[in-house]
């Protein structure tokens, strides 16, 4: 199981400008996600007034979202879910959100929780969505991630990235 062994973090984000960016596709997966971040947010200090939550249509989309959103938001949470299907469709998605999210980080510098299920059948997508019965709550993992990795950079007192 992924969430195996998955440490547990704790600190005290209050303050923290948040923009969960979330995508549509599979709305009952997408709500568990969103629901879980908030969570992950709440129990990190993190206030409900500083949290932005913003939809685009699908995973895909999280990228042009988040990089437009990064200049103005201390911390992103990138939420999406692909499940495999019949055709190359499911490879060329996760890999692009994959990179995208990832070339903003590395470039803006900004933490960037990622939690895009990437499965084979709805089941499992519906296993870590967070839901009630749920065996992982990625979307709570992810904003944890995101939050703990922005304050620890803080703490380090380096400068932030420039564009």
Not at 20 to 37: F, K
Request: aromatic share 4%; hydrophobic share 45%; charged share 20%.
């Amino acid at each position: 199981m992924s969430g195996h062994g998955a440490p547990t973090l704790s600190t005290d984000a209050a303050g923290l400008r948040v923009a969960v960016v979330a995508a549509s596709w599979h709305e009952q997966v997408m709500n568990g996600l969103i629901d879980g971040a908030r969570r992950g947010l709440a129990d990190a200090g993190v206030r409900d007034d500083d949290v932005t939550l913003v939809r685009v249509p699908g995973t895909f989309e999280l990228t042009a979202a988040c990089a437009r959103l990064a200049p103005h938001f201390d911390v992103l949470v990138a939420l999406g879910v692909v499940i495999r299907g019949g055709t190359p469709h499911f490879d060329y998605v996760c890999s692009a959100a994959t990179d995208g999210l990832t070339q903003i980080g590395v470039t803006t510098g900004k933490a960037i929780g990622f939690g895009v299920l990437t499965c084979d059948t709805d089941a499992q997508a519906l296993d870590r969505a967070g839901l009630e019965g749920s065996s992982e709550d990625k979307g709570h993992e992810a904003a944890t991630a995101a939050v703990v990795t922005e304050m620890t950079l803080r703490s380090l007192q380096l400068p932030a990235a420039t564009l």
